[in-house]
């Protein structure tokens, strides 16, 4: 009775802390310059926490070594570009400068949205019917590979007519004309993409807390009890790699939103890197830790460590900060965390109330490191 | 069941009815676990069948290379049945369950999830209403479920311990609850009292007949500690390098001279 009244109350104090997190959001939105740094990195870091979190939902949760993350971003970057994209726009030479467009027509922002991750689970559905009979390396090395075919098949200039070939989509349907229903007041785009996102993560929350997440870790568990056990391997491993890319491709879209314009060859492998990073530095396992990660990396790739590129900000006439410092100083912090923290940052656990008030409780368990000594000192003194 | 060029398991035949206890001994390397497999769906037995209640569930007759390399009998038997593999988890879902050899829990997972897991197979929700908790009720039924079955398995105590933090014997039990969640009419034990000693293997003997009489259930373990296939089962299974060698009632095993040349002479060693 005790646990469940506990529960209820943590519930609360979560639910206190996001209205909280939006209110704040807001506010900032609606004083601050718009430009400011701190909301790029809150975007950028919210919606690279939606795309960690669905790749940790194939990795973490499900075992699956998979690296067609950015992949299934392009394509859902792409489904949104084209389908908003004023059909104005379309027809005159500023996009399509040498193709004629194929699609006539234009969506509205939210109907994109959730078609841009529609679309990229059916890529999903059908590059996972040969991939996913692979295992470990196997099946990295063939979604890595699915991924640059995809890459290479937008840039194709066959495919010219839909996606413009390699050249920049722009102009496409963004949140500068949204407003906040019954106002005239701007709808503030970080607030959007925390909202979307935020709505995203929960499914996957949610997912992965029934009866199907479950499943998922017995396969990543042991594959071959999860069978003897009546789990459809290759149903659940389809399901959860479909799931996780329509996941990713709603953060393609978003990013496409966020960024203004898109272009096939942001989406390289490169980028399904960093997100792996994010999940390993995170804590493969945890939904928390990706989130965590996902704006630390951020904030530090693009603003933290940012003085360290501009040689202005040197001392002392010694010269090594320059253009690409920052990355040796990255790379450094980022061995560090993964020398100790092995697991990363939060292991395989998640954020809990409980936790964090044992740990104001008791810091670093300093606490019970004591009162564990002291009591083994007892014993032996008692022995003695 | 031949594997490259070695038959595993040769023109092996067994029958096991319902209600009864029924072991499969051999030596070491016998194909004990292979014949298991078979059944199970783990492997694609290379010639022969397998029938449950019944119906076919499974058939394969040589084929492709295997037709020229094939050195087992009964080549020609099977040759008109179509083939039919089942992968192992259709086989559960029919109703055959098993136990592994080398513990084989979900050890991320707590006792009771490991339990709950196994009812996901007969739960009727799909992935959407098991998300948005529009199955609320089923997944309240399967947790009262396993919670039930935890009690009458005296392991609701450990429920929330992480499955692979038990002791040896209560994790063989554990395993033995999670295979009885997925409602099986036929309960594949493969060597379930394996590193016990003896009185641990009386309890688990009795547990067995109890369990089968509760889920009415029909058993085939395979098991190497003497006693206890002696004192449990109703029928017994001799193979030896893959071939059967005698099959009866333990009073007859025990008197069969075949048995004790090739078997229980050895078993002294154990």
Known sequence: MELRKNSKKDG?????????????????????KSTSILFTVLKKGVIYALVAVSMNLLNGFTGLFSLGQAGFMLIGAYTYAILT????????????????????????????????????????????????????????????????????????????????????????????????????????????????????????????????????KAIRDDEI?????????????EMSFVISSFFAGI???LLAMFQYTVQAAQFKSAMTYEILLIVVIGGIGSVTGSCIASFLFIACNEWWLRFLDESANNILGLNILRSGFRKVVFSVVIMIIVLFFSKGIMGEREFSWARLRAFFRDPFGLRTRRAKKAASGGEVNGNG | ??????????????????????????????????????????????????FFEDSLIVANHPRGKMKKAYQGMNSEKYLRTKTIAPTPDQITRLGIARTFQNIRLWKSMTVFDNVLTAKHMRARHNVFTATFRLSAAE????????????????????????????????????EIARALATEPKLLLLDEPAAGMNPQETEDLGRFIVQIKEKYDLTIFMIEHHMDLVMRFSDRIYVIDFGKLIAKGTPAEIQA???????????????
């Open chain 2, 1 to 50: 069941m031949q594997f490259g060029g070695v038959v595993a398991v040769n023109n092996l035949s067994l029958e096991v009815n319902r209600g009864e206890i029924v072991a499969l001994i051999g030596p070491n390397g016998a194909g004990k676990t292979t014949a298991f497999n078979c059944i199970t769906g783990v492997y694609e037995p290379t010639n022969g069948q397998v």
């Open chain 1, 12 to 32: 609360l104090l979560t639910a206190a802390a996001l209205i909280l997190l939006f209110a704040v959001l807001l506010t900032m939105e609606l004083t601050m």
């Open chain 1, 251 to 253: 953060s393609g879209a």
């Open chain 1, 85 to 216: 994209m004023p059909v104005a726009v379309k027809l005159s030479d500023s996009v399509y400068k040498y193709y004629d467009c194929a699609i006539g027509f234009e969506l509205g922002i939210l109907p994109s949205l959730i078609l841009a991750g529609l679309i990229a689970a059916f890529f999903a559905a059908l590059i996972g019917l040969p991939v996913l009979r692979l295992k470990s390396d196997y099946l990295a090395i063939a979604t890595l590979g699915f991924a640059e075919i995809l890459r290479a098949f937008f840039q194709w200039d066959a495919m010219g007519p839909v996606t413009n070939g390699a050249n920049v989509m722009r102009q496409y349907k963004d949140l500068t004309k949204l407003r906040i229903p019954f106002t005239d007041i701007r709808f503030p785009p970080t607030l959007f993409c925390f909202l979307v996102s935020g709505i995203c993560i929960a499914i996957i929350v949610l997912l992965i807390n029934s009866s199907y997440g479950r499943a998922f």
């Open chain 1, 225 to 237: 009890a999860a069978e003897a056990m009546g789990i459809n391997l290759f149903k659940h491993k």
């Open chain 2, 256 to 270: 069969n001279p075949q048995v004790i040349e090739a078997y229980l002479g050895v078993a002294d060693d154990e």
């Open chain 2, 139 to 174: 997944e309240r039924r399967m947790r009262e479920e396993t919670l039930a079955l935890l009690e009458e398995q005296n392991l609701a105590q450990f429920k929330d311990e992480l499955a692979t933090s038990l002791p040896y014997g209560l994790q063989r039990r554990l």
